[in-house]
């Protein structure tokens, strides 16, 4: 079997042909996919840290808060402990 320089040509441009359709119809969606999906992940990283960012923030506020109520506790406390002792004729 002897194999011709046009069947050699035809073979190579058969399987060029079908490179670029499989390139077309296949690789190319796949690589379009992969990056929207690269391109989701980063916007969820990027909403992870934001809400990291403000988790910190709520987490300090609440402990001032904390530290303000005790303090608020501490002052009723103190008033209450005022008006329920004997005056002595002080007031």
Do not use: C, W
Request: hydrophobic content about 35%; cysteine-free.
């Amino acid at each position: 079997m002897e194999i011709s320089l046009h069947t050699i040509v035809e073979t190579i441009t058969i399987m060029s042909f079908a490179g670029g359709v499989l390139n077309f119809a296949i690789i190319k969606p796949l690589k379009d996919a992969i990056k929207l999906l690269s391109n989701s992940i980063d916007k969820l990283e990027q909403n992870l840290t934001d809400m990291k960012v403000k988790e910190i923030s709520l987490e300090q506020r609440v402990t001032h808060t904390e530290d303000s109520v005790k303090t608020a506790h501490r002052r009723i406390d103190d008033l209450e402990k005022y008006h329920k002792e004997p005056t002595n004729g002080k007031r």
